[in-house]
């Protein structure tokens, strides 16, 4: 048994380990086409112009209290589809810093500032129960640790 990194706020299952590793701030991002003022307010957000990713069930939670019941007009699970469907409608969509920073390194695409809160996503590493022991496990999680200390927007 190994070790994976997952985003994972909600408890584990028996007979799992979940040790966080770093939380890393959520972003709007849309084309620069779209001419949002900054910083956006939640009702000036068009929900048919919505792409929503399910981060983690924190998210899906967050996402509820703030939009409301509401079914987003578009879900996808691929990133490469969520850039594809940004770029020819003019979507917008709430997704990790790092996904942001892609995004917006690709040109066409900005992050917009929010009048509202948005979350954070945590990464954890999940072992079975007694692999977080491991020799190899605590070495690949050393070396994350000393990886995300040159990561800044990480924490």
Known sequence: AGAELMSFEEGV??????????HEPMRLVCPI???YDQPVHREELPLKKEIYVEWSRNY???????FGE???QLTVAIMAHLKQFM?????????PLSVAN?????????????A???PYREISIVTAEGQDKNPTIQAFYQC???YLTTKRELS
């Open 13 to 22: 299952e028996k007979g799992l380990i979940r040790i966080p590793v770093y």
């Open 33 to 35: 086409e779209c001419n």
């Open 60 to 66: 899906s939670d967050w996402h509820r209290q703030t």
């Open 70 to 72: 509401l079914h987003p």
């Open 87 to 95: 770029e020819q409608n003019r979507y917008w969509s709430i997704v």
């Open 102 to 114: 892609g995004l917006i390194n690709n040109n066409g695409f900005q992050i917009v500032t929010t």
């Open 116 to 118: 509202f809160p948005l």
């Open 144 to 146: 994350l640790k000393e």
